[in-house]
């Protein structure tokens, strides 16, 4: 007897941020919300943003996904994830665990991993009523087709039907739509069942005529425009993407100047600060000068730091943060960031690329050896200062020793977490998401400050509320009975 096979959908996109992420993040709200227990997943993703599980990491937008869908984040959520170490390749994380290096060339091996990448499609589904799967990138670029996992090539190796997303706020949403059938032959076509459009600005009445030009010219259905959600900047950022430039606050009481570093990595630290009201959150590119009237530089976590520490210097921030400390500044380094505020930093196995070793800022007396070993875990911590409390994560390499440990600013359980300098201005920290803890979050600005700021912030609160007024837009503007009978149609199937 064949076993009946849970109902999935994926939702594919004409190219890289045209909102998929988000889209899928809805449904699984919307839809848990109904009491199905619907699971996220993601074949491929390629991010330095990644978030921890009890097995391993997986990419941050899929523990996003795993919130809406009220359910724990797991590493079959995500089983291959990329994570860029510099231009000419990526560590592979699989199943969540490390597993070697991908140069850029490579691509041909993608495809070695499908076993795997169904073998956790097939475990999520356990229990599950609903999958919702997200593709990367686009299903059009047919020059990388033949050992695709990430789109059309796991949904005809899984027989999952496909949503394809259009984003008109990019421009030319009608050419996108269309060219991708043009491109895609007879087979991946007819995996894609129907089409929506995001991110419109405007009278949705006026883009009639643009719908029925898509449909004609490609025969699919038309599921929904979805009008522009202006409350996505609420939700954490999902990779380098959405690192842009922040509105000025004229009004804020607290500037805090993060220098965007080529492998900037894990950088959700930054998703609660940029939500304060009294926080001027300034994120600064290569190319200019650290603002000279910032309270605090946050140095962020990278998933390359010696070479992220050469880039730092290449742009003469090292020169910004110098005077910034000499005048009296505060700088808090986080996970790599943390490492490069120390004396010197060590790779002996070339396990973040050459091995060599480079001087530090030399801002915290401490040391760092990179070492084999990954560290991943979830942790609770205290903050020992304020004696509030919360949740974090680490996922870092590397060992850190020296003088300023002894005046750790957290706790993880009875061990001392990160350092700080003798007056306290110079902190650094392995952990990352404690901002998220609003009263951890209001301690550590008042010591900069000297005040407590005023906030009506409640974070975790505020992700969920975000969370179920996208699921509200979607549930306006898509046809949630059309996916769900297309998702049906998979089990139908089988």
């Keep these: 007897m064949v076993e009946p096979r849970i109902p999935a959908i994926m939702i594919l996109g004409t190219g890289s941020n045209v909102g998929k992420s988000l889209i899928v993040a809805g449904l699984c709200r919307l839809f848990a919300d109904r009491g199905l227990k619907v699971r996220p997943f993601k074949p491929q993703n390629m991010s330095n943003n990644a978030a921890a599980t009890s097995a391993g990491e997986i990419g941050r937008a899929q523990a996003l996904q795993a919130r809406a869908a009220r359910v724990a984040p797991h590493v079959d959520m995500n089983p291959v994830l990329l994570k860029p ?33 169904l073998e956790s499609f097939e475990r999520l589904c356990t229990g599950a009523d609903l999958v919702i799967v997200e593709g990367a990138g686009s299903p059009a670029e047919t020059n990388l087709r033949a050992r695709d996992i990430a789109n059309l090539g796991f949904a005809r190796a899984a027989d999952v039907p496909a949503i394809l997303i259009g984003d008109i706020d990019r ?67 999902e990779d380098g993407l959405d690192l842009r430039q922040l509105a000025a606050k004229p009004g804020a009481r607290l500037k805090i100047a993060v220098p965007i570093l080529p492998g900037i990595a894990n950088f959700d630290d930054l998703d609660p600060l940029k939500l304060e009201p009294a926080i001027d959150l300034v994120l600064v590119p290569r190319g200019q000068a650290l603002p000279g009237n910032a309270d605090l530089v946050i140095l962020p976590g990278s998933k390359t730091t010696l070479r992220d520490l050469a880039a730092l210097r290449a742009e003469g921030w090292d020169i910004d943060i110098l005077a910034h400390r000499r005048r009296g500044g505060h700088i808090l380094g986080l996970c790599g960031g943390y490492q490069m505020l ?39 911590f205290l903050h020992v200062s304020s004696a509030s409390t919360g949740r974090a994560y680490e996922i870092h390499l590397g060992r850190t020793e020296g003088r300023d440990l002894v005046r750790a600013p957290f706790r993880v359980g009875d061990r001392a977490e990160g350092a700080a300098s003798p007056d306290g201005r110079v902190l ?39 969370l179920d007024r996208l699921a509200a837009h979607l549930a306006r503007h898509l046809d949630i009975e059309a996916i769900l009978g297309l998702a049906a149609t998979r089990a139908a199937r089988g």
């Design 85 to 117: 170490e510099s231009e000419s390749g990526s560590q592979v994380i699989l199943q969540g665990q490390v597993a070697g290096h991908l140069a850029s060339g490579d691509f041909a091996r993608r495809g070695d991993f499908l076993p795997k990448v």
């Design 428 to 466: 650094g920290s392995y952990l990352h998401g404690v901002f998220a803890s609003d009263a951890v979050r209001a301690a550590c600005l008042a010591a900069v400050s000297g005040v407590r700021l005023p906030s009506m912030l409640s974070y975790d609160n505020d992700v969920e509320a975000t």
């Design 171 to 237: 421009g030319g949403v009608i050419a996108s739509l269309v060219g991708t059938h043009a491109v895609l032959d007879a087979d991946d076509r007819a995996m894609i069942r129907a089409f929506a459009v995001n991110r419109f600005r405007g009278e949705v009445a006026l883009f009639a005529d643009g719908i029925e030009t898509i449909r004609q010219a490609t025969a699919w259905p038309c599921l929904g425009v979805v009008p522009w959600f202006r409350d996505a900047s609420r939700l954490p950022a």
């Design 342 to 380: 120390g004396r010197v930093v060590r790779d002996p196995l070339g396990l973040e690329g050459p091995a060599g070793e480079a001087t530090g800022l030399g801002l915290l007396d401490v040391e760092t050896v990179l070492e084999g070993t990954k560290t991943v875990r979830e942790v609770d």
